[in-house]
């Protein structure tokens, strides 16, 4: 799993129906990277320190996987074939070409600018760098995810999983619902009640605003392609993403922790032991 630049916390096989995963931490940059910007601003679309803020889910038996890849090199949170034609040499995508929309943010499978609208590159990307991405990093990723929900779902019959992201407290111009949107403390986002049964939103709706939190649900954000891949609620696999404001738990201009990182991630761990018993095993 190393190889693909991956971590798996917690156990092979989980101790709850609960499996957890944060695409967007990884801060490791591949040497064909070839962007023009440092590894400081293309650290502008990493989800920091999420995985630091789930982690301790694996002392309680449920699994926890992440990405140790950038982001912006290429996102697992899209589909393979979301590929963004003003990025690609040529203009013409050979495989399986299915647009998100992303595109127009230039946050396509492999981004092209990053959240304030600096492009990430000089040139065009060829279609062979592209492809080796998908097999090296992307596909290893989903492999990885797919595992982890089947297990749980066959021990279980049933599997909740949690796609753990988070977001700036601002919006910037190539932003979700345009620029200079603040947001709110935690945005849940089901793709408007098709990836899980609502009873499990609401039930992690309640519990974090019942800690005080503002949450949102489904704006701006309503999950992407790792709660619509492998969501299946009728067959009892839930997933529902989950966006934390950046402010709660670190300063933005500095990219540290500050000291609401700690009393977050017991809120969190809080809510896990809720779901956990709500919806364990009986």
Known sequence: MNDALLTHYGPATPLHPVVLDSPHSGRRFPADFGSVLDEAALRDGEDCFIDALWQPAAERGIPLLAAEFPRTYIDPNRHPGDIDLDLLDGGHWPGVYQPSGKAALGKALVWRLLDDGRPIYDRRLGVAELQQRIDHYHQPYHQALRELLDTAHRRFGVVYHLNCHSMNAVSGAMGE??????????????????????????????????????????????????????????????????????????????????????????????????????????
């Open 177 to 282: 619902g345009g620029a200079g949107q603040a947001r709110a403390d935690i945005v849940l986002g089901d793709r408007d009640g098709s990836t899980c049964a609502p009873v499990f939103t609401h039930f992690v709706r309640d519990t974090l605003a019942g800690m005080g939190f503002d949450v949102a649900v489904n704006h701006p954000f309503k999950g992407v392609e790792l709660v619509r891949a492998y969501a299946d609620p009728a067959a009892g696999r839930h997933s529902l993403q989950l966006e934390i404001n950046k402010r709660l738990y670190m300063d933005e201009g500095a990219l540290a922790p500050h000291a609401g990182f700690a009393p977050l991630q017991g809120r969190l761990m809080a809510l896990l032991d809720a779901i956990s018993q709500r919806f364990g095993p009986a």
